[in-house]
């Protein structure tokens, strides 16, 4: 079945560090990943929609200079936390959608929990 | 704007009994629905999909019904385990073709031995 894997699991940084995660889809691929942060028991909140080499689209409130998003092959898309607060730690989970249908299911990565100190 | 609103008490069950989860939306007219399953400090794994033309979908021991009209989904696990203790999450299509889903915040599901 359609894997994704997500890097770090878990990650620690210091405030005013930048830490970059890691979404692959291993064994198909996607023109279309999803960017989603999860508070504890809370919903996933949509935070972009990264478009294989193109510029991501970002919900309204996110701030699209502090959350990088690179989308630059078919298996590969990638969030870089700029100088990251506090205020930013959480759960951060990405997901991917084989190319061709806009409306299967999502494939998720298993997430990075983001500590920033 | 759209809202989706599931029950956010934890639902405690005895195990071999049914399992009723529930959706409701609000301001919206989704072409689908989905449901997944979420186990804590883990990313979602999708479960079913429903079609707005469809008013029930079974796979295995879940069943989803989807009312259009009451702009509800009810997702049923039938026979429950203990092992289908987790969060349950609906979501639907946004708005556009676009291909974004919109979850809800989730029903925790314990189901006790």
């Known amino acids: 079945g359609a894997v994704v894997s997500q890097h770090p699991s878990r990650v620690i940084c210091k405030s005013g560090t930048s830490v970059k995660i890691e979404c692959r889809s291993l064994d198909f691929q996607a023109t279309t990943m999803f960017w989603y942060r999860q508070f504890p028991k809370k919903s996933l909140m949509l935070m972009a929609t990264?478009?294989?080499?193109?510029?991501?689209?970002?919900e309204q409130g996110v701030e699209k200079d502090k959350f990088l998003i690179n989308h630059a092959s078919l298996t590969l898309s990638t969030l870089t936390v700029t100088s990251a607060h506090p205020e930013d730690s959480s759960f951060y989970i990405c997901?991917?959608?084989?190319?061709?249908?806009?409306?299967?299911?999502?494939?998720f990565g298993n997430g990075t929990r983001l500590t920033v100190t | 704007s759209q809202k989706i609103e599931q029950n956010s008490e934890a639902l405690n069950i005895q195990e071999g009994k049914t399992a009723t989860l529930t959706c409701n939306y609000t301001n919206y007219s989704p072409a689908y629905l989905q449901w997944y399953r979420q186990d804590p400090g883990r990313g979602p794994v999708f479960l079913l999909l429903i079609r707005e033309n469809e008013k029930e979908k079974r796979k295995e021991r879940l069943k989803v019904t989807f009312d259009t009209t009451l702009k509800q989904s009810l997702f049923h696990i039938t026979a429950s385990q203990p092992a289908d203790s987790a969060t349950y999450l609906c979501a639907l299509a946004g708005s556009g073709n676009t291909g974004k889903l919109i979850f809800g915040q989730g029903t925790t599901l314990q189901v006790k031995p």
């Open positions: 990264s478009n294989e080499g193109s510029k991501a689209t970002y």
């Open positions: 997901s991917a959608r084989e190319a061709g249908s806009y409306n299967s299911p999502l494939h």
